[in-house]
């Protein structure tokens, strides 16, 4: 073996043509690789650009969208940023499905100045028959916390879906805490007014909204609460106040014998202060009933001065709503601690 042959046999090593013929495969692999890689990039910016068209409507819809389509004035095809637009869920109703087969609305008849509108038209026409189109929205949103809807305050009276909700739009205010209670506020005025009171839940805040409390769908509870008594939906948030206690306050059952919960200019929300408060339950036969500086009840008149003073009432009776002491005078369960 001469020297060239035995240097071509080391390993590692290459004659210039071979090194030449390597250097080709090289740059034709990174040719290929470069090409494939642009048309993946070209197919996958096609393939978007056809699921942002065909994820914004059904394919059953399209005799709806070549009228309603993303230039026109009412943006309706913004329904496909909300849960009612998502493609890949099959349970989702198309433009039919809620709207009706609109023949009318679609195929406008002759000698009609004006395109009638579709079948269930929402909006403003919902009040044309509200029942209708309840029965188009209870025909998916049924069950679990719909349940109750069938003879809740809402539906007795009327209350339309959309008079509520909003769905082509990405932003529903009655689904945020924020903006939830303004869409509350355009029926029950009386509440607007008590939660600006000084003393009242952070509704305004954004940290409570109505929901937290109401189920406005309907409920087992009165007042459409999401418990099934007012003193359980408090407790999910007041749970020092749920005892159990040795000595029970009875009227902390209904915790709006003595609270407002939207609001009031009494602080802790209190109806009115006390001693007045609490002398709508209380006998006057006592102190309880006794007003500042005269002589009244069985007992002495000194009992009776100052019970206006400071906290009242609650100066003496600091765990009115239950305690745990064992002290008991009388057996008049004092509520002190």
Not at 214 to 240: N, V, W, Y
């Amino acid at each position: 073996m001469n020297a060239k042959s035995h240097q071509a046999a080391q390993p590692g090593f290459s004659i210039p043509g071979n090194r030449s013929i390597t250097n080709v495969i090289i740059y034709a692999l990174w040719f290929i690789a470069a090409a494939f890689l642009t048309t993946t990039h070209a197919s996958h910016a096609a393939e978007n650009k056809a699921q942002v068209k065909n994820g914004i409507i059904f394919d059953q819809d399209a005799k709806c969208t070549k009228c309603h389509d993303e230039n026109e004035s009412n943006p309706v095809l913004s329904i496909g940023k909300t849960r009612h637009g998502t493609r890949a869920d099959g349970r989702l109703p198309s433009c039919v499905g809620c709207h009706g087969d609109s023949d009318t609305h679609v195929n406008k008849p002759e000698g009609k100045k004006e395109r009638p509108k579709p079948t269930f038209p929402f909006g403003k026409q919902t009040l044309n028959d509200i029942t209708a189109h309840n029965e188009v929205c209870a025909s998916c949103h049924k069950g679990g916390k719909f349940i109750h809807w069938q003879g809740s305050a809402h539906s007795a009276r009327d209350v339309a879906c959309t008079s509520c909700h909003q769905l082509h739009t990405a932003h529903d205010k009655v689904k945020d805490k924020r903006t939830q209670p303004e869409v509350c506020f355009t029926c029950h005025k009386e509440q607007r007014s008590l939660v600006n009171k000084q003393s009242h839940h952070p509704i305004v805040e954004g940290k409570v909204a109505c929901s937290d409390c109401h189920a406005s769908h309907g409920s087992a509870g009165p007042k459409l609460m999401q418990r099934d008594t007012i003193a359980d939906t408090c407790f999910t948030c007041h749970m020092e106040k749920r005892g159990p206690f040795v000595r029970k306050h009875e009227p902390a059952e209904d915790c709006t014998i003595c609270h407002n919960p939207h609001g009031s200019s009494v602080d802790n929300l209190l109806k009115t202060r006390p001693p007045y408060l609490c002398q709508q339950c209380h006998e006057p036969q006592t102190h309880q009933g006794g007003i500042s500086g005269f002589n009244s009840g069985t007992g002495a008149g000194t009992r009776t001065k100052g019970i206006t003073m400071g906290r009242s009432c609650l100066n003496c009776h600091t765990n009115i709503h239950g305690t745990n002491n064992p002290a008991n005078v009388g057996n008049e369960r004092t509520f002190r601690r």
